[in-house]
């Protein structure tokens, strides 16, 4: 009777999930993908993860930016957004990437960013991290799903595990359906054309109850 009565506290423990932490990392020049990641960062608060939300740094040089007075008014509205650390990706169980369209690409200041992670993938760090990713184009056929699929090229050779949204949840539909990761059409004036906050927040819940169910099962 006893040994059953183990065996039946052990599945309890397994059932009692740790706390995961989430970093969703994002980049933006104009605001939307902040606001991505905002929307990402409520869905791990919902999620009862640890949430820190982290801006990668700026790259172009000053001349190009200050020509843009609205990328130079970004930057000065979340010039108290920390920057991503290292130290954030190892804290991290769970990540979610946001960034812009960038001719059919990740923008540089993203990949800059990746780029430096050599050494924690060196040492295995990046491993089964679990990761999920959005972004926003002007156009809905130019490169979002493709800017996704870039970064998730790299999370492969991270040895990380990808968490797709795919069509688990209905808003995902109300976003436009994109099923590798939430993504977003903006305007002229750079606004957002589709109701996408649901699916950020649903993609987030996701990926942290996958990276729950990892964390647990290490
Ligand atoms: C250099 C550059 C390249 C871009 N390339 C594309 C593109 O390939 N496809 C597209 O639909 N929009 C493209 N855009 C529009 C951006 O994706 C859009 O402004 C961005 O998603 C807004 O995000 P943010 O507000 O977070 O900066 C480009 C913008 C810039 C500045």
């Given at each position: 009777m006893n040994i059953f009565k183990n065996l039946f506290k052990k599945e309890s423990n397994q059932v009692t999930t740790p706390k995961v932490n989430l970093a969703v990392i994002y980049y933006s020049s104009n605001g939307t993908n902040y606001q991505l990641a905002q929307w990402a960062a409520e869905g791990g608060l919902q999620a009862e993860a640890n949430v820190k939300i982290l801006k990668v740094p700026e790259t172009a040089p000053q001349s190009v930016v200050d020509s843009s007075p609205s990328w130079k008014a970004h930057l000065e509205e979340t010039k108290d957004v920390p920057t991503v650390s290292l130290e954030d990706l190892e804290w991290a169980d769970a990540i979610i990437f946001s960034m812009p369209t960038r001719f059919g690409n990740l923008p540089a200041q993203m990949k800059q960013f990746i780029d430096t992670t050599g050494g924690l993938w060196a040492k295995g760090k990046?491993?089964?991290?679990v990761v999920s990713a959005m972004t926003s184009a002007?156009?809905?056929?130019?490169g979002q799903e493709q800017t996704i699929l870039q970064l998730y090229t790299s999370m492969y050779h991270w040895g990380a595990i990808v968490a797709t949204p795919g069509f688990t949840d209905p808003s995902v539909f109300v976003a436009g359906g994109n099923p590798y990761g939430t993504s977003v059409t903006v305007d002229q004036n750079g606004k957002i054309k589709e109701d996408a906050r649901d699916a950020a927040v649903h993609q987030a819940k996701r990926t942290v109850s996958v990276a729950k169910l990892i964390k647990a099962g290490n």
């Open positions: 990046t491993v089964n991290k002007q156009n809905p056929n130019a």
